[in-house]
């Protein structure tokens, strides 16, 4: 019996089974928490989504804050979280508000029991995570802004546009591009990518290269709501029957009482928001004016083309009351002087070119997303005070002896006129 308890034999297994058992609950209690901390990161990034989504809701609708509210909530569950829901034996809620005006507040938490966390008191473990997404405009907001491609200029060119500038989205070197030494461009200009020229020194004036972000697209809301319209959203196309029974085409504003789309080619005096179905043509000596909106929807058989050539007379103002089927009304306030909207096919299919003569202007809002816009020859396009010309498109070129006037933008108060402003979403720290 003495020697038996003499024995030291097993005494280092006995203390290592000891120490493991307090040792194996740390690392158990551990991952726990590192369950703890993987679900509040996806609910940070839920909270994030949802109140990112709402806000850009607010950019596209902002007469409608509730359904701002409804889609953070729908990106809320998109990303795993719900209000309500009970994912095992957890219980999850989301809480969405506008706590002011142009801003969307998000708070997610997930509430679940405590496991090994429970021996230290914590019987019911609460993970939560809030974001707020404010809506901001850019303070310079350009008169002329190409989304993907590059704004160049060859020839004779001459831009006036000192109180609203010019941005490419593109980071290409030749963002900006300058072809020759014949153009005047008076104008602030800014890119994200750089500046080439071919002779002079335009790339020195007043042009802003590398800039770190790039201006949003203030009518980005449009394009989801125009490639779902079809001619089911309206009762058929325009026309009438003459005395012969023949049926004639004209052209006819929509109105609740006039729900049709146009297959002709606008002239003559325009007032109201008229929609074109497929290809549309400008030539030769063709006079238009008024006040309207003129947009274009297609599909794959007939897409949504513009061509405008010869010499025609345009004086056109786009209309800030605009008339739309119900499939846009959730967008009718981005379409608020939109002149023209053009969603044909990216380059190099289409390209919409601009010729006119010393008479033509085009006051408010050219919407090109998907092609270049060129003017060419001698257009020359100077709206009256106050008014502006605004183009958002893929890339802007001007070429010939082309001449856009922006001088009139001020309006009495001295504030830019007639630009929709740029929105951007960006969430608070």
Request: aromatic content about 8%; proline content about 8%.
């Amino acid at each position: 019996m003495h020697n038996f308890l003499r024995c030291r034999r097993g005494s280092a297994a006995f203390v290592t089974v000891a120490a493991l058992v307090p040792l194996i609950g740390v690392v158990a209690l551990g991952g726990e928490a590192g369950s703890w901390y993987v679900t509040k990161r996806h609910a940070q990034n839920a909270a994030d989504a949802a109140a990112v989504a709402g806000a850009w809701r607010l950019v596209w609708n902002p007469s409608n804050p509730s359904e701002s509210l409804s889609v953070a909530q729908t990106f809320a569950t998109r990303n795993g979280f719900c209000d309500g829901c009970k994912p095992l034996d957890a219980t999850q809620s989301v809480s969405v508000d506008n706590p002011d005006v142009g801003s969307v507040h998000v708070t997610v938490s997930q509430q679940q029991p405590g496991y090994l966390a429970s021996v230290l008191g914590f019987s019911t473990i609460n993970i939560g995570a809030q974001a707020t997404a404010v809506v901001d405009t850019v303070p310079k907001t350009p008169c002329i802004l190409a989304l993907k491609g590059s704004i160049s200029y060859q020839g004779s060119t001459t831009v006036n546009s000192p109180t609203c500038g010019l941005a490419s989205n593109s980071t290409a070197s030749n963002a900006i591009a300058f072809t020759g030494n014949g153009s005047t461009v008076t104008a602030p200009s800014f890119t994200t990518g750089g500046c080439s020229e071919t002779g002079g020194t335009q790339c020195s004036n007043n042009v802003y290269t590398s800039r770190p972000n790039p201006v949003p697209n203030p009518l980005s809301g449009l394009d989801s709501a125009m490639s779902s319209l079809s001619t089911s959203n309206f009762s058929g196309p325009c026309g009438i029957t003459d005395a012969k029974g023949k049926f004639t085409a004209t052209l006819t504003a929509y109105t609740p009482t006039t729900p049709c789309y146009n297959t002709g080619s606008p002239s003559g005096v325009l007032n109201g928001t008229y929609f074109f179905y497929g290809s549309v043509s400008i030539s030769g000596s063709t006079t238009i004016s008024g006040t309207a909106n003129l947009i274009l929807f297609g599909d794959t058989a007939n897409p949504a083309s513009l061509t405008i050539s010869g010499n025609p007379s345009i004086q056109l103002t786009g209309s800030t009351n605009p008339q739309v089927p119900p499939a846009l009304t959730s967008v009718q306030s981005l379409m608020t002087g939109l002149l023209i909207y053009d969603p044909e096919p990216p380059p190099p299919n289409g390209t919409v070119k601009i010729t006119g003569n010393s008479n033509s202007y085009f006051n408010g809002i050219v919407y090109v997303p998907n092609s270049p816009v060129t003017y060419t020859g001698n257009s020359s396009t100077t709206a009256p005070s106050p008014s502006c010309i605004e183009v958002i498109a893929y890339a802007v070129a001007f070429s010939g002896n082309t001449n856009l006037d922006n001088t009139n933008c001020i309006d009495s108060s001295g504030n830019v006129y007639g630009i929709k402003p740029v929105k951007y979403v960006h969430l608070l720290p």
